[in-house]
């Protein structure tokens, strides 16, 4: 795996489906999430690329034994009208560890790991302020567990502090 740390410099806006569970369903109800805005995105407007979709987390995740939400989103500019039931998120610019995954979806946490070891051993924390995000194109493969799976993951990271 590779990582690499960026800066982003503008505020990105995107519109999706929301999906509310607990961590032993969160699966059933990301895949429901995927289905319905894939199958709506001709009604959300203003589509950067509609081969590319985002899976945006908020940082409640560690240690949450309750209700997670995940969004399922296409970015969108400029943000347009909101399609009935769907959400929009907007994400500022800020320091993100990009973490370039290849391997099957059911191996995806060993990224994370990964990626929480390395920032770790390079002087960063992870800032838990802002929403971690996925982002999947032609080369993810959602419905089979393929080894050539390609995921790019971006974790909201800072300098350590040593106070």
């Given at each position: 795996?590779?990582?690499?740390?960026?800066?982003?410099s503008t505020?990105?806006?995107?519109v999706?489906?929301r999906a509310s569970?607990l961590?032993?369903?969160?699966?059933?109800?990301?895949?429901?999430?995927l289905h319905?805005v894939?199958?709506r995105s001709?009604?959300?407007?203003?589509i950067?690329?509609?081969?590319v979709?985002?899976?945006?987390?908020p940082p409640?995740y560690?240690?949450?034994?309750?209700?997670?939400?995940?969004?399922?989103?296409?970015?969108?500019?400029?943000?347009?009208?909101?399609?009935h039931?769907?959400?929009?998120l907007?994400?500022?610019?800020?320091?993100?560890?990009?973490?370039?995954?290849r391997g099957?979806?059911?191996?995806?946490v060993?990224?994370?790991?990964f990626?929480?070891k390395?920032?770790a051993?390079?002087?960063y924390?992870?800032?838990?302020?802002?929403?971690?995000?996925?982002r999947?194109d032609?080369?993810?493969?959602?419905e089979?567990?393929?080894?050539?799976?390609?995921?790019?993951?971006y974790?909201?990271?800072?300098e350590?502090?040593?106070?």
């Amino acid at each position: 795996m590779k990582i690499e740390i960026i800066q982003t410099s503008t505020i990105s806006s995107f519109v999706g489906v929301r999906a509310s569970s607990l961590m032993s369903n969160l699966g059933n109800a990301v895949n429901q999430a995927l289905h319905e805005v894939v199958r709506r995105s001709d009604e959300i407007g203003n589509i950067r690329n509609r081969e590319v979709t985002y899976g945006i987390t908020p940082p409640n995740y560690k240690g949450n034994d309750g209700l997670l939400d995940f969004y399922y989103c296409y970015e969108v500019e400029p943000l347009s009208n909101v399609p009935h039931g769907m959400v929009h998120l907007h994400l500022l610019p800020r320091v993100y560890s990009v973490t370039y995954y290849r391997g099957a979806a059911s191996k995806l946490v060993t990224a994370y790991e990964f990626t929480s070891k390395w920032i770790a051993e390079n002087g960063y924390e992870y800032d838990d302020v802002s929403y971690y995000f996925e982002r999947y194109d032609e080369k993810t493969m959602r419905e089979t567990d393929d080894v050539r799976n390609e995921i790019t993951i971006y974790c909201p990271i800072k300098e350590k502090s040593f106070v």
